[in-house]
């Protein structure tokens, strides 16, 4: 179900059921666990996959939500491999996006070489939060403009991975936020048919941790430059010179 106005910290969307969790479920994890809150929203419920029914896909995203200790909801963008870039799809998430006003959004890259879906998504969101701070859309009169702080992008495999963006990398080591983000990989049991996810998104964060210094990181691509108010922030780098 969708939050009440103004409850979510952090507004994730995902493309199909499972996109979050393999490509940025620990980040979710983490900041449910340290008090934040976070809401997901998915764009379709599989119809096109190859394993599991809509209902079946539905069923497993909720079940990794919980895990998460998120929230869900689902938005009609055309069906499972049928997204389109168009007006009317972009609005849909500018709605979603001053309905729940969070500061931060994460949302898929928009690297080609991946599912379309993934790349359409993530443009449309990257639209949808400048519409959703204009206040004159006239399609969205119905709810205050609102202005997130940052977009971060999260790539669900490392081909969509931006080549020409610096990651900011996020630190998941902590033994009860690989818990819960192992337990929300598992519960997409439907896609292990096809391998074991738990394994490969497992091991992509060990790989990315090795090169910050820590156990697990998960890497997140700034739409925009960030922005600190002091050095302290920046004291710590993956690179050790």
Known sequence: MPPPESSATLL????????????CGGV???????????????????????????DQRALEAQRGATALG???????????????????????LAVIIRRVR??????????????????????????ATRLARYGGVVELKGLPPHTI???????????????????????????EVIEAWTAAIQAHASQAKTRD????????????????GVR????????DPPVFESLAPLARAARRF
Request: hydrophobic share 40%; glycine share 8%.
């Open 12 to 23: 994730v969307f995902g493309a199909h059921p499972d996109d979050i969790e393999f490509g």
């Open 28 to 54: 979710v994890a983490l900041e449910t666990r340290e008090g934040r809150s976070a809401h997901l929203v998915l764009g379709s419920r599989g119809e096109a996959g190859t394993n599991g029914t809509p």
């Open 70 to 92: 998120a929230t869900l909801e689902f938005v009609d963008l055309g069906g499972d491999a049928h997204f389109e870039r168009t007006v009317e799809n972009t609005l849909k």
């Open 102 to 127: 969070p500061s931060v959004l994460l949302a898929p890259t928009v690297v080609e070489n991946q599912h379309p879906d993934h790349a359409r998504l993530g443009a449309m969101v990257r639209d």
């Open 149 to 175: 702080d940052a977009l971060h992008f999260y790539a669900v495999s490392p081909d969509a991975e931006p080549r020409d963006i610096s990651p900011v990398f996020i630190d998941v080591s902590a033994p």
């Open 197 to 212: 996810y738990a394994d490969l998104v497992l091991t992509r964060a060990h790989a990315n941790g090795l090169r910050c």
């Open 216 to 223: 697990h990181a998960v890497p997140l691509f700034p739409n």
